[in-house]
């Protein structure tokens, strides 16, 4: 099992940038994806953006591409979401999770984090 702990989450004003991270431990995830999601109150949790931790490919939602990169260290095990051009509607808790396979369906991945909360306002 892995163990994920986000952070970077916080309040910001629209139009500012926010960088989430996503620290692993216990097991390599060099075999892993590593994926965002968010959740809104009184909403279902959502796919934000996906990582092949071997070659880095990459896969986001319609409503984050050009405003949201996910990245990863290797060195650090740790994956990053970089959130740009933030907007109210991306207010939400941010969950970061890993999965055995390049999938956005959170019914995939096994392991997540605790969240963290990421609030824009307007």
């Known amino acids: 099992q892995v163990q994920l702990v986000e952070s970077g989450g916080g309040l910001v004003q629209a139009g500012g940038s926010l960088r989430l991270s996503c620290a692993a431990s216990?097991?390599?995830?060099?075999?892993?994806?590593m994926g965002w999601f968010r959740q809104a109150p009184g909403k279902e949790r959502e796919f934000v953006a996906v990582i092949n931790w071997s070659d880095e490919r990459a896969y986001y939602t319609s409503s984050v591409k050009g405003r949201f990169t996910i990245s990863r260290d290797n060195a650090k095990n740790t994956v990053y979401l970089q959130m740009n051009s933030l907007k109210p509607e991306d207010t939400a808790v941010y969950y970061c999770?890993?999965?055995?396979?390049?999938?956005?369906?959170?019914?995939?991945?096994?392991?997540w984090g605790q969240g963290t909360q990421v609030t824009v306002s307007s």
């Open positions: 216990g097991r390599t995830v060099s075999n892993y994806a």
């Open positions: 999770a890993a999965s055995s396979s390049y999938s956005i369906r959170p019914s995939d991945f096994g392991s």
